[in-house]
């Protein structure tokens, strides 16, 4: 599996917009990006993942470089409930996933 | 949906007595299950990957006959850590992958805390 380069911690603002990149300059071109946030204390939780093309859902959105060498997790209005440490991983769909530092987000009131 | 359970959530035990856990899918089935650790503020780790009906496959340096491993059906995985120890104490978490959607990901457990005195 690639590796993914993260920051260590962010910091965003209650309401605002938070982007977390993450840099995976050698994934190989059928491994997803996936992004999981895990909150002290409990198991990970799936939050986004995708291949080439942007993606959606309720919960973020992921933009991803055309040549996929990089990628950001939007959160398009972060509350304080989103404070929690995100994984960005590639790794083939159904594959097993390879955990790095990620990022801890804080969220100020 | 997609909802892992693991039993229990939090175990204290004694030098070298064996303890399991359990990791259950509730409203799918799993054909695969990961069981990971993690020690305090550290990443997690992958053990394992266990498919039902078969042998799991243990990462490098994961000794199998410490950390037992059983898929006997799609929807339950037990993790048993024979002879603990200290050094055993960990935060355990599984995760599952649905046999059916081919675009499903990996769904994960709430994670059993093992203290070994």
């Known amino acids: 599996d690639a590796k993914t380069t993260q920051p260590n911690s962010m910091e965003s603002n209650e309401e605002e917009p938070v982007h977390l990149p993450c840099n995976h300059s050698t994934i190989s071109g059928t491994d997803y990006i996936h992004w999981y946030r895990q909150l002290p204390s409990q198991g990970p939780e799936y939050v986004i993942h995708g291949l080439t093309s942007n993606v959606n859902n309720r919960m973020a959105s992921l933009a991803i470089a055309e040549d996929r060498k990089s990628s950001t997790l939007i959160l398009h209005r972060a509350t304080l409930r989103d404070a929690a440490v995100y994984y960005c991983i590639s790794a083939s769909l159904r594959g097993k996933l390879i955990f790095g530092q990620g990022t801890t987000l804080q969220v100020k009131p | 949906g997609a909802v892992v359970s693991q039993h229990p959530s939090w175990v204290i035990c004694k030098s070298g007595t064996s303890v399991k856990i359990e990791c259950r899918s509730l409203d799918f089935q799993a054909t695969t299950m990961f069981w990971y650790r993690q020690f305090p503020k550290q990443s997690l780790m992958l053990m394992a990957t266990?498919?039902?009906?078969?042998?799991?496959?243990?990462e490098q340096g994961v000794e199998k006959d410490k950390f037992l491993i059983n898929h006997a059906s799609l929807t339950l995985s037990t993790l048993t850590v024979t002879s603990a120890h200290p050094e055993d104490s960990s935060f355990y978490i599984c995760?599952?992958?649905?046999?059916?959607?081919?675009?499903?990901?990996?769904?994960f457990g709430p994670g059993t805390r093992l203290t070994v005195l």
């Open positions: 266990s498919n039902e009906g078969s042998k799991a496959t243990y």
């Open positions: 995760s599952a992958i649905t046999s059916g959607r081919v675009t499903d990901t990996q769904y």
